[in-house]
């Protein structure tokens, strides 16, 4: 892909949105979960330029809310001499060379204050507690690793 000027590789569900660049070029691969139309991702292509963005489903149902938030964008523009990569929240490019997932076991949260993106149950998208063979959590950990990165809303 390299050696033929490929800009955009783009793959599905590996159970987490991302994006990486390629070291040594501007090729890019972008990885979108969405099943069950929970999240995706809309890609604008121009002449010169891509715009990817990411959605999220939110609601009280675990699917079918018909209410999407964008929680993600990456643009890529060649308009001018090279390429220019612009990415946010959960397209932000990932850092390779970083921890992916890193807890420090400080930050432990109540799991009814967020999301946890592909985490549901048949009656809602935040969950309250999860039961993991027999034993019942209540609490959860943030990632400060890369897929810790921070959501954002437009």
Do not use: W
């Not at 970083?98 to 809602?124: C, W, Y």
């Amino acid at each position: 892909m390299v050696k033929y000027g490929v800009d955009l590789y783009l793959t599905g569900e590996v159970h987490a949105t991302t994006a990486a660049k390629d070291a040594n070029s501007p090729l890019l691969q972008i990885a979108s979960r969405g099943n069950q139309l929970n999240n995706f991702v809309s890609v604008e292509i121009g002449d010169d330029s891509i715009n990817i963005k990411a959605f999220n489903e939110v609601g009280t149902k675990p699917k079918g809310n018909n209410n999407y938030t964008q929680f993600g964008e990456i643009s890529v523009d060649k308009s001018l001499n090279g390429t220019m990569i612009e990415s946010h929240g959960i397209l932000e490019l990932l850092d390779v060379d970083a921890p992916l997932i890193r807890f420090d076991f400080e930050d432990i949260v109540q799991m009814s204050t967020h999301q946890v993106i592909g985490l549901k149950n048949k009656q809602q998208l935040i969950l309250s507690e999860v039961n993991i063979r027999g034993i019942s959590c209540t609490e959860s950990m943030k990632n400060k690793g890369v897929f810790g990165r921070k959501l954002f809303t437009i």
